[in-house]
């Protein structure tokens, strides 16, 4: 699972570096870790990813699309800088 979030809220602080997460999914609890990256060529990258899967929600990151419907690299870049990207991967 992957969320986004502004680069100057302060949630995502708390999984900087990992940390155990506790999630309700479909009413059950799922153990969890959480990561929040930082770093923003990664963030770029995963920014990047995201949108090329949900290009439609592009426009809430004011990031523009290409005429053949891509995301614009240099959008995404500048979005990086003011966002965070947390991982939460579910512990089996």
Do not use: C, H
Not at 37 to 50: G, H, K, M, R, T
């Amino acid at each position: 699972m992957w969320i986004t979030s502004q680069r100057q809220r302060t949630w995502w602080r708390n999984l900087q570096g990992g940390a155990p997460v506790t999630l309700v999914l479909q009413g059950e609890t799922r153990l969890a870790r959480g990561l929040a990256i930082e770093e923003p060529a990664e963030v770029a990258d995963s920014l990047a990813a995201y949108l090329k899967l949900a290009p439609g929600l592009a426009r809430y990151f004011d990031v523009g699309l290409d005429a053949g419907g891509e995301p614009i690299m240099e959008d995404i870049a500048r979005a990086a800088e003011q966002r965070v990207v947390v991982r939460i991967d579910l512990v089996k």
